[in-house]
C-alpha cells in the first residue's frame, strides 16, 4: 500500500510540473526554472531574428499604446507556435502584444513547454 501511494504522489507531481503556466507569476517561475545551454541560446537567438525580420514587436504600432516598461513571457509549444501569453500588467500595450504574438509559429525550441521572457521600453 505505501508503495502505491508513493507512486501517486510521483506521479501528481509529474503531472504538475509539466502543467503549464496560468498566470505571469507562474510563468515567471517557469522561466526561471529553465535550463541555460548552448541550445537554449542559439534558439533565442534564431527567435530574435525570426521576430526582427517580420518586425512583430512593431507591427502593430502597440509601443505607443501605453507609456512605461512592460515584462512579458511567451510560452512556445514544441511546434514553435506561441500558445500563451502573459504581461506583469494590463494595458494598451499588452493587449495589442497578446494580439499581435498568440498563435503565431516560431522556429521550434529546444525544449516545449518554452518560456520567453521580453522586456519592453
Not at 498566470?23 to 522561466?31: G, K, N
Not at 506583469?88 to 525550441?109: A, H, I, M, V
Request: hydrophobic fraction near 40%; aromatic fraction near 14%.
Amino acid at each position: 500500500m505505501k508503495r502505491l501511494a508513493i507512486v501517486a504522489f510521483v506521479a501528481v507531481g509529474a503531472a504538475q510540473a509539466v502543467e503549464p503556466a496560468r498566470d505571469f507569476a507562474q510563468a515567471e517561475r517557469l522561466f526561471a526554472a529553465q535550463p541555460r545551454t548552448a541550445a537554449t541560446d542559439a534558439y533565442l537567438n534564431s527567435w530574435t531574428d525570426f521576430n526582427n525580420a517580420h518586425h512583430l514587436d512593431e507591427r502593430d504600432g502597440c509601443y505607443f499604446k501605453a507609456d512605461g516598461a512592460l515584462v512579458q513571457i511567451l510560452r512556445i509549444d514544441a511546434d514553435g507556435k506561441i500558445s500563451g501569453y502573459f504581461a506583469d500588467r494590463d494595458n494598451g500595450r499588452s493587449q495589442c502584444w497578446r494580439q499581435t504574438y498568440l498563435g503565431l509559429e516560431f522556429p521550434k525550441p529546444p525544449f516545449a513547454p518554452f518560456y520567453h521572457r521580453l522586456e519592453m521600453h
